[in-house]
């Protein structure tokens, strides 16, 4: 069975930092491509950063310099090291899998979420100004 699950977020302060985790079971995760995604209060989820099997990673706008994204295939885990944050990083980020070998980023941008087989249940970050 598989299992995505996130934990590590908080409430900080502007300027703040947090780094999120996904653990992960059920499915042979160094060779999944995989993503973060969040959604802010009324808006439509997006995508942050994928990272691949082969550790190439692509990010959005707004979060380069600031986010890193990363694995440990040892673990089977995720991370989303997430620096300088802002008020507008505030939602529930999300953590997904792409397991079929398809890219999940083209060129330095993540793809569509729909292409993410399976789905953590996500963990919230909220940044005060």
């Known amino acids: 069975q598989v299992a995505l699950v996130e934990s590590g977020g908080g409430s900080v302060q502007a300027g703040g930092s947090l780094r999120l985790s996904c653990t992960t079971s059920?499915?042979?995760?160094?060779?999944?491509?995989m993503g973060w995604f969040r959604r802010g209060s009324g808006k439509q989820r997006e995508a942050v950063a994928a990272?691949?099997?082969?550790?190439?990673?692509a990010y959005k706008d707004s979060v380069k310099g600031r986010f890193i994204i990363a694995r440990d295939n040892a673990e089977n885990t995720l991370y989303l090291q997430m620096n300088s944050l802002e008020p507008e990083d505030t939602g529930m980020y999300y953590c997904?899998?792409?397991?079929?070998?398809?890219?999940?980023?083209?060129?330095?941008?993540?793809?569509?979420?729909?292409?993410?087989?399976?789905w953590g249940q996500g963990t919230q970050v909220t940044v005060s100004s």
């Open positions: 997904a899998a792409e397991v079929t070998g398809r890219d999940c980023y083209s060129g330095s941008k993540v793809r569509s979420e729909a292409l993410f087989n399976y």
């Open positions: 059920g499915f042979i995760y160094s060779r999944a491509c």
């Open positions: 990272i691949d099997s082969e550790d190439t990673t």
